[in-house]
């Protein structure tokens, strides 16, 4: 029997910080989505003047991410490719990212409120956020 990895509030925490940080830094009004592995939403932040639309889409996002255990941009591109694919259940859009370590996926993190590939950049923070605590 194998042992589960999870989250913990810490690194939830941790990793919303860094989204945060580094929306601030850009000067992005964003919303941060982070859900577990089952797309049960963690943590959610909107930053002040994030339009209200981007909680939704930030949500749809992660949990996107962390069911299909990919970037939301890797749907986005087969879409591109088939759009046989548009059908598949979740947001086809960049901007989530799977939380992976080990080979587990524990979860997905979620941005919305600028460009698409921004969206993905403060994603990553947050995920940087976790490995290097590791």
């Not at 945060?20 to 982070?34: C, D, L, M, P, Y």
């Not at 947001?91 to 989530?96: D, I, K, L, N």
């Not at 698409?116 to 950049?121: A, I």
Request: glycine residues 10%; aromatic residues 6%.
């Amino acid at each position: 029997m194998r042992q589960k990895l999870y989250l913990t509030l810490d690194d939830v925490l941790a990793m919303t910080a860094a989204c945060k940080a580094e929306a601030i830094r850009n000067k992005w009004e964003v919303s941060i989505a982070i859900v577990d592995d089952a797309g049960i939403l963690f943590a959610f932040e909107r930053m002040d003047g994030a339009a209200v639309g981007t909680a939704a889409f930030a949500l749809a996002k992660a949990e996107t991410a962390a069911s299909t255990k990919r970037s939301t941009l890797v749907m986005e591109q087969r879409v591109r490719e088939s759009p046989g694919f548009a059908t598949l259940p979740g947001t086809h859009v960049q901007g989530g990212l799977p939380i992976l370590h080990d080979g587990f996926c524990l979860g997905g993190i979620g941005i919305s409120g600028v460009k698409s590939e921004f969206d993905e950049q403060i994603a990553q923070a947050g995920i940087d956020a976790l490995t290097s605590r590791s």
